[in-house]
């Protein structure tokens, strides 16, 4: 008998012999799973290597993500992408190739759905084909079900390091300088408003996390998310909020924007917003311009690409003069840090840029200045991509430095 043919027939009579008005712990599913074998292999050769094997596999249909528990499980491992069931791709260090396994069924692969989507209170059906939800161990997951998808259940897993990424795990793997890493968490500790943004894959939930190391400890920080995703743990008074979908059931959806009203009223130090898409920029930015110190990210190819799409989001969610806009965007942001993945598949930090909180006269654009800009120099034999991080302007609003007693250290960096 084929493998997956015995692997389908012993869960089946696993199953089978099962009550399910009973609590099972993973230790008395793994002796039936033991005992399933015995009986099922008794006309089988097989070694005690294609047991063991067998085994966890059939664990990890029963009780975990089935073929692709093995991929959530390892370390290299960046993002999955299922189409369907039998196209399985998987992203490790920077490389994307297909992987081998598949489901057994298009049946099976929306079991696994139903199990991730339903630990997250969440809900994925026909009438709502689009969910976004997490795994236990924080990885993002993105599902999409017919009839908006035509090849079968969709499942886009980007999955975190299980130690979070710092700053300098960032410095060591070449993402950012030592000197411009100390200006940017100075920046942070001083309370300035910064913006990350960057291209789909740059890096910029992990950089946001690792520049929140820098918060300091005896601040009320409260993070808002689409999925929660960020893990600030070194500050006590922290509080973490996460978005709700409307569901069938009557729940009301509960969106960024509920989320950054509510938090103000919460008596926050610090508000950090995991992703700004649409009109909650309104409630971001004046936050910003009331005193709030803000962190967050958004999608953009450069800083000034930034900006137009802040404007764009602002205007979804008020309708005033476009000089208005831009003045709430001007006066709150104060740095914007361009990320970007390289050729090579590196992610680096490409641009700082400050905000002067001016809008020029002339053009009426917000005024933006480069304070430091990577500049590609070289390519060793390898294709790795070399280059320096260049001072090109000095920090010209340091009140907020000055205001915590950090200029000095700033500019002894």
Known sequence: MKHEDLKIEIRERILDGMDFTKDVDDEEMLERIDRGILEGCKNESMSLEEKVKLRKELFYSIRKLDVLQLLVDDPEVTEIMVNGTD??????NGRLFRHEMRFESSAKLEDV??????????????????????LENGSRVNVVLAPVALNGPILTIRRFPDNPITIDKLISIGSIEEHLACFLQTLVKAGYNIFISGGTGSGKTTFLNALSDSIPADERVITIEDNAELQIRHVPNIVRMETRN???????EISIRDLIKSSLRMRPDRIVVGEVRGDECVDMLQAMNTG????STGHANSAKDMLSRLETMFLMGMDIPLSAVRGQIASGIDIIVQLGRLRDKSRKVLEVCELTGRINEMTGE????????????????????????????????????????????????
């Not at 759905?113 to 997490?134: H, T």
Request: hydrophobic content about 35%.
């Open 246 to 252: 409307a569901n069938v059931e009557g729940c009301k």
């Open 292 to 295: 709030h110190i803000s962190m």
């Open 87 to 92: 196209h399985i791709f998987v992203e490790k």
């Open 366 to 413: 917000i005024e933006i200045r480069t304070l430091y800009k990577f500049n590609e120099t070289d390519t060793d034999k390898s294709g790795k991509i070399i280059g320096e991080w260049r001072c090109e302007n000095e920090l010209e609003n340091i009140s907020k430095l000055e205001a915590a007693g950090l200029r000095s250290a700033c500019y002894s960096i």
């Open 113 to 134: 759905i139903q199990q991730i989507v339903s630990k997250c209170n969440r809900v994925v059906n026909e009438a709502s084909p689009i969910v976004d939800a997490r």
